[in-house]
Antibody, heavy 123, light 106 residues
Framework: QVQLVQSGADVKKPGASVKVSCRAS????????IHWVRQAPGQRLEWMGR????????SYAQKFQGRVTMTTDTSISTAYMDLSRLRSDDTAVYYC????????????????WGQGTLVTVSS | EIVLTQSPATLSLSPGERATLSCRAS??????LAWYQQKPGQAPRLLIY???NRATGIPARFSASGSGTDFTLTISSLEPEDFAVYYC????????FGGGTKVDIK
């Protein structure tokens, strides 16, 4: 069965960077886009961007341009989301999610999700 | 950026009752509107895509309608497992989500 398993919770100081991993199994990793979505406490879900594991091509939400980097390691079916220059308002649960349509298409619909990774930014 | 506004923020109902949730877009999203259910401590689950189509495995008590800027999710008869937060999401432009409607037990 399709599974996305994320790395554990992390605590960072303001100004630092965080890297969250998302290991996929149960399907061909290079066949579907991976998206990253975050949810700050009491806030709505927020789409951060997507990556094509086949080509490495990325699209980022304007809000995160310049601060986020999404990568994949196809040898271990794992996607990564790196967020730099952290601020307190980056405290959130970060989710990876699979696009439900096979590459080359993307429909920005999310059919499988990771369990979420809590990133806390605090001095 | 397309802003989605959900109402009401909270809906207090009893099991067996009908739930009607609303999602309004700041500009037309055609039918590119999805609904997700999220329970505490869990990731969201896709319920509805393209305004009115149930995702695989979603019970028939969930239905949805709408196009353009106004959308509705209806749960015909609430089961105990349906008490959760529901989010709408558009994919007409860069994806965005509504603020959610919490359906809780009256």
């Amino acid at each position: 069965q399709v599974q996305l398993v994320q790395s554990g919770a992390d605590v960072k100081k303001p100004g630092a960077s965080v890297k969250v991993s998302c290991r996929a199994s149960g399907y061909p990793f290079t066949a579907y886009y991976i998206h990253w979505v975050r949810q700050a406490p009491g806030q709505r879900l927020e789409w951060m961007g997507r990556i094509n594991p086949n080509s490495g091509g990325t699209s980022y939400a304007q809000k995160f341009q310049g601060r986020v980097t999404m990568t994949t390691d196809t040898s271990i079916s794992t996607a990564y989301m790196d967020l730099s220059r952290l601020r307190s308002d980056d405290t959130a649960v970060y989710y990876c999610a699979r696009d439900w349509r096979e590459i080359p298409n993307t429909e920005d619909l999310f059919d499988y999700w990771g369990q979420g990774t809590l990133v806390t930014v605090s001095s | 950026e397309i802003v989605l506004t959900q109402s009401p923020a909270t809906l207090s109902l009893s099991p067996g009752e009908r739930a009607t949730l609303s999602c309004r877009a700041s500009q037309s999203v055609s039918n590119y509107l999805a609904w997700y259910q999220q329970k505490p401590g869990q990731a969201p689950r896709l319920l509805i895509y393209d305004a009115s189509n149930r995702a695989t495995g979603i019970p028939a008590r969930f239905s949805a309608s709408g196009s353009g800027t106004d959308f509705t999710l209806t749960i015909s008869s609430l089961e105990p497992e349906d008490f959760a937060v529901y989010y709408c999401q558009q994919r007409s432009n860069w994806p965005s989500f509504g603020g959610g409607t919490k359906v809780d037990i009256k």
